[in-house]
């Protein structure tokens, strides 16, 4: 569940999601979601294990012990979004639901606000 001042909500199955691939690579289940200018849409998702969250950063508790951390520029754009896991064999993995997101390209990887 998301407090009123987290930009992004992540479900309990990104959750266990991020915990599996962190401790497949040894590392803590703290994600960087960050979005970034490119994609044939505008802007993509840049997803990645960090160590730690800088002095910025929104730092949103999920279940398990997995932390996100979020940059006061990609905070605006995430805000309301969820992050999901999809289960498609094809396509599927983490995906970030975004409301505000006007547009996504055919292969998923950007959007348009």
Same mark, same amino acid.
């Given at each position: ?12 199955? #990104? @959750? ?11 590392? %803590? $289940? /703290? =994600? *960087? ?27 949103? #508790? @999920? ?11 990609? %905070? $605006? /754009? =995430? *805000? ?34």
């Amino acid at each position: 569940m998301r407090a009123a001042t987290d930009p992004i909500e992540v479900t309990p199955a #990104a @959750a266990g999601k991020v915990r599996a691939l962190a401790e497949r690579e040894g590392r %803590e $289940p /703290i =994600l *960087r979601v960050r979005v970034t200018a490119g994609g044939c849409s505008g802007f993509s998702y840049e997803l990645g294990f960090e160590d730690g969250p800088a002095p910025d950063d929104r730092v949103v #508790a @999920a279940t398990d012990g997995v932390r996100i951390l979020v940059d006061p520029r990609s %905070e $605006p /754009i =995430l *805000r309301g979004s969820t992050l999901d896991l999809d289960r498609s064999l094809l396509g599927g993995g983490l995906k970030i639901r975004n409301p505000q997101a006007v547009h996504e390209c055919a292969c998923g990887e950007s959007f348009s606000i």
